[in-house]
């Protein structure tokens, strides 16, 4: 069992269309990262979320830290092709870090 | 700046065998962490060595090593290799180690046990 659960698992979308994806954990964790990985490349960090209930925007990307330090959201807006990847999720606490398995965004043109 | 490099980029052993794989951090970070990707099992920690001390372990056997060495790079030994350590083989580099530190992966080595 993942300490972290992602879901979903798969997610295939035309150009243009909203998505969110999940990460829950019935642990508490000091942060949460979210990373994008594409094929042959190692995990690229998104955004680090450090505080109960805090809200990043990175252009089109949207992330959600839960008010309890257990769960994020990442939300796309019109998503493009070019967001296509693995979408890993990763929680630190006492020094350790716990990945999700990921969503894996296909996103058609 | 480099980035992170890691080699070799692709291996192939049979099983019963050793391994040792290498990873050159970003000049400056003293941390280094070892990942396992599996479509399986996804990304999963191995070990953080800060400053040439293992400071973090996960659940893996002992056959699963590591050592860093002054100027930061680091090496991973997977001895008597088992068809279920075919995997990529993830280092990352910060500055400060994990806990909110930004991690920095490489490419990635691939190994295939047969």
């Known amino acids: 069992t993942q300490l972290l659960e992602q879901s979903p698992q798969f997610l295939s979308i035309q150009e243009g269309e909203n998505l969110t994806v999940y990460c829950n954990s019935s642990?508490?964790?000091?942060?949460l990262q979210w990373y994008r990985q594409e094929p042959g490349e190692g995990p690229v960090l998104l955004v680090t979320?450090?505080?109960?209930?805090e809200v990043k925007k990175l252009k089109r990307l949207t992330f959600q830290f839960g008010d309890a330090r257990k769960d994020s959201s990442l939300h796309i807006t019109a998503a493009q092709p070019g967001d296509t990847g693995l979408y890993l999720c990763?929680?630190?606490?006492?020094?350790?870090?716990?990945f999700g398995a990921g969503t894996r965004l296909t996103v058609k043109p | 700046k480099a980035g992170v490099t890691q080699t070799p980029r692709y291996l192939i052993k049979t099983r019963g065998q050793q391994v040792t794989l290498s990873c050159s951090p970003i000049?400056?970070?003293?941390?280094v962490s070892w990942y396992q990707q599996t479509p399986g099992q996804g990304l999963q920690f191995l070990f953080e060595?800060?400053?040439?001390?293992?400071?973090n372990k996960g659940n893996f056997p002992g056959r699963f090593s590591g050592r860093q060495f002054s100027n930061s790079r680091s090496e991973m030994n997977v001895s008597t290799l088992e068809l279920g350590d075919s995997a990529l083989y993830l280092c990352?580099?910060?500055?400060?180690?994990?806990?909110?530190?930004?991690?920095?992966f490489g490419p990635g080595t691939r190994l295939t046990v047969l």
């Open positions: 990352a580099s910060s500055f400060g180690g994990l806990g909110g530190n930004e991690q920095f």
């Open positions: 000049s400056g970070h003293r941390s």
């Open positions: 990763a929680g630190v606490r006492n020094n350790d870090m716990r």
């Open positions: 979320v450090v505080t109960g209930g």
């Open positions: 642990s508490v964790f000091s942060s």
């Open positions: 060595y800060f400053s040439e001390t293992q400071r």
